[in-house]
């Protein structure tokens, strides 16, 4: 709910992408096989998990990471998270971000690819 006199939030515009975004660290990746599910610490702590549209991806990585090494960017399927997958907006950046509320299952991972920000 907007506070008195605050803009209201916009709502989500536009058709939501097939695929969807994750940045994650190798041992999260590792023990994620062994649970079945994707469910790192910052799930517990934040919540959700971010993600970036395809079209978010160059902001994400220069804002948030740069500097923390070798990562693992995972593909997910956005329709295999149902409405686990939701899009949040941020006033700082302007935009809406979709972020999973829940453990990713294995199955809506399409790709694992080796990353490291330049």
């Not at 940045?23 to 469910?39: I, K, S, T, V």
């Amino acid at each position: 709910m907007a506070n008195a006199g605050s803009a209201p939030t916009p709502a989500f515009a536009g058709p939501a992408p097939a695929l969807v975004y994750h940045f994650a660290a190798p041992a999260d990746w590792a023990a994620a096989q062994a649970r079945g599910e994707y469910a790192p610490e910052s799930l517990a702590r934040e919540g959700f998990l971010h993600c970036a549209t395809q079209a978010q991806l160059a902001g994400v990585i220069e804002r948030h990471q740069r500097g923390r090494g070798a990562l693992l960017r995972l593909s997910l399927d956005a329709a295999a998270l149902g409405a686990a997958l939701r899009y949040d907006w941020s006033a700082r950046s302007g935009d809406h971000y979709p972020h999973v509320y829940g453990p990713i299952p294995l199955h809506a991972v399409r790709a694992v690819e080796p990353f490291e920000a330049p």
